[in-house]
Each structure stands twice: as structure tokens, then as C-alpha cells.
């Protein structure tokens, strides 16, 4: 194992809505949040949803201030109820820098404040005793001391990135928000356009194609898979795979391993040990053998 590796731990791992109670104990019912520790750098954080609340009240408990990047994938509500609830933000001494996107007539800073607005929270903004910063981003590639940062445009109602993160070798991509271009995932991954509108698409310009290349060969993909194929039928342009989607994705990436996420908030449990089968069935049958996880809340994955 790599001295000082990259720790990677889920907060909360739904998608839409939290969903507390007996049916989501197992893998957990909080939106949108991941810490990640790269060694020698600031913490980072991706997506501010309601599991941001308990990884704040566990940097509460450290005797030094808190340093962090929180990268926002988009400003569904899911991405960004928790930062509300985020106690290190009020605390004087911690720093934190923003990024995300700007709507067309909004910029990020005023996206993210208008949720604490008086009509729908106590506390504003300006109320945050830490020092906030925001940094709007598109795609492009920063570097933010050893840790370089790429980002992509997903397939999302509004504008929502994917980010790619390398480090001292590794590199793992979080893309929590995307459905397939092709309006429905193949079953094999090396299928070929339906009609000729799909053909001049690709053509043209293969999305799908260039969002493979933006994961090739990560050590770790963390992937939106939110449904069964029979459910994304009825909820194109929702903008979330079926699992199918999710490892085909995986496998024309050549990733070194996979992890589904963004749980569907009527999925119990159950019904995630389902897809998680058969998502291991379909790299089986693509003879491409790699971990799949379903993501679970309180779970570290070290690279």
C-alpha cells in the first residue's frame, strides 16, 4: 500500500431527497457528500448535501482550523441543503473556497446564498464566521498545489461537472449527475446508433465518446446509477443512468475500479444489493473484472 495514500469517505451517497429510516440504514439516506484527504493538502469535500452536516460535526472536534476546497457538481437541492447546516462555516479561523459553476444570469456566489435567504433560513450568508471564498469554474484544469483538478460538462437539466482529480500518480473521477447521451444505455458496450439521427450525432460530436476519454483508465470512477434500465425508459432527460449505463461507462473507460452512486430515494436497500448484482454480472459477462461497490455512508476507500 502507498505511504500517506489518498482516503476517500462517503457522507451521504442518495440522491433527490434524504431518506432516513429502516429502509436506508445499510447504505444510508443522506444526499450528496464525499471528504476526500490527499496527503499535504487541503481537505476536499465534493457536494454540500445533508450528509455535509455530520462530516462538519466531525471537524468540529479538530484542535486545528479547517482548510477546504468544496467543489459543488451542480445546485440541485441535494447538492447544496446541507451547507446551511455546516458548523465549521461558522466557525472564526477556518477557510473555505467554493467552486461551481455560474448560471447564464447568476453567479455562484449568489446561487449558493440564496438558499439562506430570510425567507427560507434563519441565518444568511454573511453570517458564516469562516472566511468563504468562490471560485467559478468550467471545464478546465486547475492546479491547486500538488492536486490538479479537471472538469467536465455532464448530461444534467441545467449546468452540472464532473471533476477529475490527479495526485502523485493516482487519479479518481466523481461524476454524481449524468444520464447517457444516446437517450438509453446499450446492453453491450460495443453497440452501434439505432437511427440515422443517432448516427450524424455521433458524427458530429460523440459526447458519450469524449466523456470516456475524460475517465480513461482513473483509478477510481464514482458514477451516477440511480436506476434499472426499465426505469430510466420512463425518466429520460431526469438526468440519471440506469446501472447499465454506469458499467458500460466503467468498462469502455478501462477504470480500475467502480462505485455506485447517487441512490435512488425509493430504492431500499435491498433493492441497491439488486443493482449492485447485477452490475457485477454485467462486467462478468464483458469479461472485465474489476471492484464494484455500491456506496455506503461511514465507508473509506483508500487509493
Not at 447546516?85 to 455562484?108: M, V
Not at 444568511?124 to 468550467?138: H, L, S
Not at 458530429?204 to 436506476?227: M, N, P, S, W, Y
Request: aromatic fraction near 12%.
Amino acid at each position: 500500500m502507498t505511504e500517506n495514500p489518498v482516503q476517500i469517505k462517503f457522507w451521504g451517497v442518495r440522491g433527490s431527497i434524504p431518506t432516513p429510516g429502516p429502509r436506508t440504514l445499510r447504505y444510508g439516506g443522506n444526499t450528496a457528500c464525499i471528504e476526500v484527504r490527499f496527503p499535504g493538502q487541503p481537505l476536499v469535500i465534493l457536494d454540500a448535501g445533508s450528509g455535509i452536516r455530520e462530516l462538519g460535526k466531525e471537524l468540529m472536534q479538530q484542535a486545528t482550523p479547517v482548510e477546504a476546497y468544496i467543489f459543488i457538481s451542480h445546485f440541485h437541492w441535494d447538492h447544496i441543503q446541507g451547507l446551511p447546516f455546516f458548523k465549521p462555516a461558522f466557525k472564526a479561523g477556518n477557510s473555505f473556497t467554493i467552486f461551481g459553476c455560474d448560471e447564464p444570469h447568476l453567479p455562484l456566489n449568489e446561487i449558493i446564498s440564496m438558499q439562506m435567504k430570510p425567507t427560507f433560513f434563519p441565518l444568511a450568508i454573511e453570517d458564516m464566521k469562516a472566511k468563504v471564498r468562490f471560485r467559478a469554474i468550467r471545464e478546465e484544469t486547475l492546479q491547486l498545489g500538488e492536486l490538479v483538478v479537471s472538469t467536465k460538462f455532464l448530461n444534467h437539466p441545467g449546468y452540472a461537472l464532473g471533476y477529475r482529480f490527479y495526485f502523485r500518480g493516482k487519479s479518481f473521477v466523481y461524476i454524481s449527475d449524468n444520464e447517457p447521451y444516446s437517450g438509453f444505455a446499450p446492453q453491450t458496450h460495443n453497440a452501434s446508433p439505432k437511427t440515422i439521427e443517432e448516427a450524424f450525432e455521433t458524427l458530429v460530436e460523440d459526447k458519450d465518446a469524449a466523456l470516456v476519454e475524460f475517465i480513461r483508465g482513473a483509478d477510481l470512477l464514482i458514477h451516477d446509477t440511480q436506476f434499472f434500465p426499465e426505469e430510466y425508459r420512463e425518466k429520460i432527460t431526469w438526468g440519471h443512468s440506469p446501472y447499465n449505463y454506469t458499467v458500460d461507462l466503467a468498462i469502455r473507460g478501462e477504470v480500475r475500479q467502480l462505485v455506485l452512486f447517487h441512490h435512488d430515494p425509493d430504492h431500499s436497500d435491498e433493492t441497491i444489493d439488486r443493482i449492485l448484482a447485477l452490475s457485477r454480472e454485467y462486467l462478468k459477462q464483458n469479461h472485465y473484472t474489476i471492484p464494484c461497490f455500491a456506496a455506503q455512508e461511514g465507508t473509506t476507500i483508500t487509493l
